[in-house]
């Protein structure tokens, strides 16, 4: 996690796939959805709320004058093409930008439009894939030539950690080359924190996104689609389970057009149509349960907000979350969960009733946890 506090995903995928649209579509919901401070940092850059009722609850028993939900803020890369590795397009750019997120969204066009090109000349959802991971792989192998030139000038120090540092970039590379992204690489736990300080492309982890027809999104949403587009979603759904990434099906052109409704026409619009929910919230859930996230609350002066992690961050870190100052000076964290919160229906009342805990260091933070940082600086 860089300095930047927020979870960050990044939108890739090669050009005309849907990656603006759906970008677009997302950051116009997140507008229009909460009294969110809503920021474009960049004109690729949106921040999008997190809907989350359990937040709500506990902003019915603090009432804080400020309730601030989570939020993922979603980067919009320019689209990747064959050879981005060597320089072609927006190249290193583009792969410089990916380095700065947590994990990448995939956009894969599933859909046939006589009316958008398709930069490879046809429909062919896993032959897109594979152009993108091998263009990823390929930028892995050069940050790692880099990498391995210079262990092999430090060898002569004799120090053993650049024999460690060496063999693991030998392997990593001899993997790579058989187009094992990093993420799945077999590593022992010392190793697995030496690798994400070479911060590769493919050790973040990935949510497929296949864009669909919006005629189709009901039946493949049912499982029971047999259109060409849905053959292709379920291709890439298998390929994504296989590699075990996540993999949902989004209408980019039916979630632009969802913006242009209020609420209320929204949900009449998705009705009829029979689908259950927009393709944020699915987005969304898929992001949680692919990246394994959990949510933790803070309750502070006026304040009471959510704030996503990845399940196993200790105290400290999540901590760190809020501000890097309050994981350098971490004394403790008194915590309840939520629903002790709720229930008590006070933070003095959970107090005196003796369900607030304190907890440690090495405390790894559960989802719903309420938590009150002590920390000096």
Known sequence: MGGNMMYSMGIIGLPNVGKST???????????????PFCTIEPNIGIVPIPDQRLNQIGDVVRPEKLTPSAIQFIDIAGLVRGASRGEGLGNQFLGHVREVDALVHVIRCFADDNVSHVEGNLEPL????????????????????RQARASRYLKTGEEKHKIELRLIEN????????????????????????????????????????????????????????????HYEALRQAAQEEGAGCVAIAAQ??????????????????????PDAGLDRLVRAAYEQLDLVTFYTVKGPETRAW???????????????HSDMERGFIRAEVLSADELIESGSFARARDAGILRSEGKEYEVQDGDVMLIRFNV
Do not use: W
């Open 254 to 275: 039916l979630e632009a057009e969802l913006q242009e409704l209020d609420e209320e026409e929204r949900q009449e619009f998705l009705t009829e149509l029979g689908i």
């Open 127 to 146: 032959r897109d894939r594979g152009i993108v991971e091998t263009e990823l792989l390929l930028a892995d192998l050069q940050t790692l030539e880099k």
């Open 22 to 36: 759906l970008f677009n579509a997302l950051t116009q919901a997140a507008a229009a959805a909460a009294n969110y």
């Open 172 to 231: 990593a590379m001899e993997q790579l080359n058989q187009g094992v992204p990093a993420r799945n690489l077999t590593l022992k736990s010392d190793e697995q924190s030496l690798l994400a300080e070479f911060h590769l492309l493919t050790s973040l982890p990935v949510l497929y996104c296949a864009n669909v027809s919006a005629e189709e999104l009901a039946d493949i949403l049912d499982g029971d689609g047999t259109g060409p587009c849905s053959r």
């Open 308 to 322: 996503i992690i990845p399940r196993g961050t200790k105290a400290p870190q999540a901590a760190g979350r809020i």
